[in-house]
């Protein structure tokens, strides 16, 4: 398991993370994008000696291919990237789950304050049912950015998040 977003984000497949990359720089759902933007832009910026003025002017597609070149990444980012990579590209299979748990979701979006953590007997059921449309990447990827951004409530995915053949898998 990954315990933390950053980590994550160095395990990324290239293309993955270029993905996640592409994502980031065109998600505008949250108000604190703009930080987690302008964080990004800093640190490609200090990566490359350049200003962040010179690195804000570059065209997204080259700011998403230098962010997906940097392995480390702050948290900050990381959790924007991958959640901008979930909602962009992964919102079926992010309804799927949530709908096999019984969660209430919009299009994969939780939409109760709380969320109790889920047995690992239904999360064993909801991944089954997952298993049967979805990547296994895909999966492992989502279970693990479950963890990483809140592993107290994903804590049982522990059994279904590791490489396949882990158990569960």
Avoid at 9 to 30: C, G, H, I
Avoid at 34 to 60: C, D, G, T, W, Y
Avoid at 80 to 99: D, G, K, N, V
Avoid at 134 to 160: C, H, M, S, V
Wanted: no cysteine; charged share 25%; hydrophobic share 45%.
């Amino acid at each position: 398991m990954a315990d933390r977003p950053s980590r994550l984000w160095k395990t990324l497949a290239p293309e993955t993370r270029q993905a996640a990359a592409v994502a980031f720089w065109r998600d505008d759902s949250a108000d604190d994008v703009p930080l987690q933007h302008a964080e990004a832009i800093v640190a490609i910026a200090k990566r490359m000696n350049f200003r962040p003025k010179s690195v804000r002017a570059l065209p997204e597609e080259r700011r998403a291919r230098l962010l997906a070149q940097m392995i480390d990444v702050p948290d900050a980012v990381a959790t924007r990237a991958l959640i901008a990579y979930h909602f962009q590209t992964q919102r079926p299979m992010m309804s799927a789950f949530l709908e096999a748990l019984g969660i209430a979701h919009d299009q994969g979006l939780i939409t109760t304050e709380t969320v109790a953590p889920p047995t690992r007997e239904a999360l064993r059921r909801a991944a089954g049912r997952l298993r049967e449309t979805f990547a296994e990447p895909e999966i492992r990827l989502y279970f693990q950015t479950l963890q990483a951004l809140d592993g107290e409530t994903w804590a049982n995915l522990d059994d279904f998040s590791g490489p396949a053949g882990a158990p569960g898998v």
